[in-house]
């Protein structure tokens, strides 16, 4: 039986301010400002927003000149608009997930860090990202990475606010290492990459932002996704906006934000300080600044990667490492081979992966009955 041609793809602007910003399930992923080919759409990186605007005047802020004349970018590289889970899996998999895949599709489970001491040390849970960025670009693989770093805040120096980043070098690939907590829409380097003429990119980001380049290439938006050719997801229940920092963690604990050195979640939310003292906050006192994005989001285990990482289970220093794709799988054996990276099966520590599925399944049970039901296959309350 012949294929059944796809009825043509008209949504824009409108549809996506509609069903996607304005009902909350916007994530803040920047997707649809890298793909408009207008420049029409904006960013706000600041506490209490971390969305897409309009920046046009003529139609309001719901509606686009550019969509009404048949322009569909921003919705073709929507990672939440429609049925996007499954158009992403028949990209990457060529199948849909199955029901007990709460997890997302992949090939392995294993645990790895970085033998370079130095990587190993700078980077987060045994600094396996920092090390794939690295030998990636030794290796011209990818010529240069979007991820994030800390603004320097003057005098102060650090700031710890995240901001999207371009590294190209070990060095700038290092001074990205460790995590942040706070969001940043990594994607927004890319203008740099661009600027510099960089053909082959990695993308590392929450699991909101790994799924913008699979559904940009099944929906064919264009050029926009062309020079993104490895992603690197982060395991993400939730990110925090950044006003914790004045309005939790100084104002209740007198922590200055420029005397932190290191940051992690392990049950709670631990903190370095400068002096060497070390905190830990309940968890709970910082879901109130749970950013607003993050509410909706069903995908915990950054089901659309190469290769998705997460610092949780009992070794402090592995990462657990989900293979999901070929790609993802030639670079990790590779670097196993060469001594880059040590390596240790992933039941090795079975509570790491149990405990994967279990934030997974939480995920997801915040995507909303009303949104596309595909995020929802798979929980116990689900109806079909």
Known sequence: MANQKQP????????????????????????????????????????????????????????????????????????RFRDWETEAEMHLFDRHRKPEELSGVYKDVLLTRASDSTVHELGQDGGLVSAILIWCLDNGIIDGALTSHLENDGENGNSWKAIPA????????????GSRYTYSANTLAINEAREKNLESLALVGMSCQTSIAPVMWNRKVGKAGKTIKLNIGLLCSKSFDDSIFEELFWAKYRLPKEEMTKMNIKGVFQIWMKNGDYHEINLKECHAWTREGCNHCPDFAAEHADISTGGIGKYNDWTLTVVRTELGRQIIMRMLEEGIIEGRPGDSDPDAIELMHKLAAKSRSRWPDWANSSARVGLPQYQG
């Open 8 to 79: 043509r793809w008209t949504f824009q602007w409108k549809e996506l301010y509609e069903e996607v910003i304005d009902t909350g399930l916007c994530t803040g992923c920047a997707g649809c400002v890298i793909s408009c080919p207008h420049d029409v759409i904006g960013y706000e990186h600041a506490p209490g927003a971390y969305k897409p605007f309009h920046l046009e005047e003529e139609l309001g802020t719901d509606n686009c000149v550019h969509g009404e004349k048949g322009c569909t970018s921003c919705t073709r590289a929507c990672p």
């Open 166 to 177: 371009l590294a190209t070098d070990k060095e700038s690939v290092l001074a990205g290492a």
